[in-house]
């Protein structure tokens, strides 16, 4: 799973990004920037508390976690055919 992925399913589940920076510590600009695909990269601190909040809201609605992957890890397993 990657951030954009990740976002997507927070939103799905009824958060908007304005909530999601909230909650994250950061902008709504920064999360938009991920949502897009604008940028792949995050810091820890951002990384952390993204996985952190889908791990939680996951729980919340009986799903199980999939753990952040960073892009490149993502388009290195795709390319593996994993």
Do not use: Y
Not at 2 to 23: C, F, P, Y
Request: proline share 1%; net charge positive.
């Amino acid at each position: 799973m990657n951030w954009q992925t990740l976002i997507s399913d927070l939103a799905n589940w009824g958060l908007t990004q304005v909530e999601i920076a909230k909650r994250c510590g950061c902008r709504q600009s920064r999360i938009s920037e991920l949502a897009n695909g604008k940028s792949t990269s995050v810091g820890f601190e951002l990384g952390a508390a993204l996985s952190t909040l889908h791990k939680s809201e996951s729980r919340k609605r009986g799903r199980r976690a999939v753990q952040a992957e960073p892009a490149s890890v993502t388009a290195q397993a795709a390319e593996q055919g994993g």
